[in-house]
């Protein structure tokens, strides 16, 4: 990849990356078209764009996620950095932030996607433990925090709540199968 830009990820518009062992996600400087990025319980993800890794071309390719325009980090234990630097972000709308304990910092100053942004979604305590490089950045941005204490819920055998979705998922399937027979009947007699 040095010294060229390869094209593979250049039409890649949506990313979901789930339980993954991968420390960090910075192949992404060659997605230029990347719109929606949603990564999902990756116990070892560090940095989304690693600090050191190609600072050189990261520095060169200013337009980096550049038509993101959702973000939503999920169960990111080890989640440290977006990116080290500030990041223009000039279409990001939708950043979620859910149970990443250790992620202390986001990539944006003052003048980066706040005239684009929408919302920062993520507990009060994750919100209030962040690190800001200046004052006007944690103003500008706070108007755009809205607390969604979210806990990734582990019922137990017992709850309701999983007696409820049992109930639900068992429910659905009985339509589905009653569905698809009415259907059947109907295609028969056609």
Known sequence: MQGSKPDCFHNLRYLHIKNCSIKDLTWLIYAPSLRYLWVDSCPSLEEIIADGFGSSEIEENINILSKLESINLVGLLSLKSICRRAVLFPCLQNVDVINCPSLRKLPFESGSATKSLKE??????????????????????????????????????HSDYTKNLLRLICHLMLMEITFGIERRKTVDRV
Do not use: C, M, N, Y
């Open 120 to 157: 920062i979604k993520g507990s009060k305590t994750w919100w209030g433990q962040l690190e800001w490089d200046d004052e006007a950045t944690r103003v500008a941005l706070t108007s755009k925090f809205f607390d969604s204490d979210f806990v990734l819920f582990k019922p137990t055998v």
